[in-house]
């Protein structure tokens, strides 16, 4: 910061500076009417915007979307995430994508990024680019779980089970995710450590 220029104000309730605050009174309207007050925005000239919304681990839409993932334990079960702390976002109506972030206790983490949020299920099927909609759902959920862990948050690729195979994980790269190694199972980790996360925003729908 240059000498004689004060700090910004702190948005309070996440710790943003407050010019990238919107207000109520500037209530968003969602291309499918949902109005919601963002606290604060997502960086301009990241060509991001907010498209989820919070939802509960036994969503119905995010249920058929979760079927449709090659990593679904239980197809037709109602409910979609594992055990634990989770957040589960859908975007757009009717929703065409679901993700889940969830938060497993230390002591049952068998993977070598103990303590790390866990992107268990992110399903596709139309809307925003899947790099934009991993930030922005990174995004939301440090709004919603504040600090991150000093291991970020983590996914995992089964690279026997997708079309790409030579560029696995391309979009979660292209959001920020570096690769990070492999689980004792073969399984590509990718990482994205606090540093490179953006700015925490509320999901659609929250009136701050």
């Known amino acids: 910061m240059e000498a004689g220029h004060a700090a910004p104000a ?17 209530l968003q309207v ?19 915007g907010m498209m989820w919304r919070e ?10 979307l979760a079927d449709r993932h090659y990593n679904r334990q239980h197809p037709g079960s109602r409910q979609f995430v594992p055990p634990g702390r989770c957040f589960v976002l859908v975007a757009y109506s009717p929703a065409t994508a679901v993700w889940v972030t969830s938060w497993p206790f230390e002591e049952y983490t068998k993977h070598a990024w103990a303590g790390a949020w866990v992107n268990s299920l992110f399903r ?36 026997t089970k997708i079309q790409n195979k030579r560029n696995a994980g391309y979009c979660y790269i292209k959001a920020g995710f570096k690769r990070a190694g492999r689980t004792k199972g073969g399984l590509l ?20």
Request: contains cysteine.
């Open 124 to 159: 596709r099927e139309g809307g925003n680019l899947a790099s934009e909609m991993i930030r922005a759902a990174v995004a939301a959920t440090l709004w919603k779980w504040g600090n991150p862990p000093a291991l970020g948050m983590i996914t995992f690729v089964d690279e």
């Open 10 to 26: 702190r948005c309070p309730r996440v710790g943003m500076p407050a010019l990238r605050v919107a207000v109520l009174r500037d």
């Open 55 to 64: 939802s509960h681990r036994a969503d119905p839409s995010g249920a058929v």
């Open 30 to 48: 969602s291309r499918h009417g949902e109005a919601a007050a963002l606290c604060p925005a997502m960086g301009e000239g990241e060509g991001e």
């Open 189 to 208: 980790a990718l990482q994205i450590l606090p540093e490179d996360m953006p700015d925490p925003v509320a999901p659609l729908g929250v009136l701050l």
